[in-house]
Nanobody, 126 residues
Framework: QVQLVESGGGLVQTGGSLRLSCAAS????????MGWFRQAPGKGREFVAT????????LYADSVKDRFTISKDDDKPTLHLQMNSLKPEDSAVYYC???????????????????WGQGTQVTVSS
């Protein structure tokens, strides 16, 4: 029903910045909850941030608040994650996820999201 493709990952030094993007297929995203998650080797998939497409309400993990900003482009449609003041512990594969038919509530569990992109690698050197 929906295809998600991430881009923008790469190598960056501690304190640097990256901007991730997630292109969503179709134009049926008006009721979606969109989010970014990350997964390091040997770890589970970790919540980073979400945004409701219709209302623009955002939610951030404590580990990234005040450093990362999630945003959306209604015309593409595309999801973005601006990552500033990066730390080595931010290194992970970052995934874009979508929860379809979203109307209300706060969701931060990977199991709540039913569509995923392929992921993009972010590596922060110390």
């Amino acid at each position: 029903q929906v295809q998600l493709v991430e881009s923008g990952g790469g190598l960056v030094q501690t304190g640097g910045s990256l901007r991730l993007s997630c292109a969503a297929s179709g134009r049926t995203v008006s009721t979606y909850l969109m989010g970014w998650f990350r997964q390091a080797p040997g770890k589970g998939r970790e919540f980073v941030a979400t945004i409701s497409w219709s209302g623009g309400s955002t939610l951030y993990a404590d580990s990234v608040k005040d450093r990362f900003t999630i945003s959306k482009d209604d015309d593409k449609p595309t999801l973005h994650l601006q990552m500033n003041s990066l730390k080595p512990e931010d290194s992970a594969v970052y995934y874009c996820g979508a929860k379809t038919s979203y109307f209300a509530g706060r969701y931060s569990r990977p199991a709540d999201f039913n569509f995923w992109g392929q992921g993009t690698q972010v590596t922060v050197s110390s």
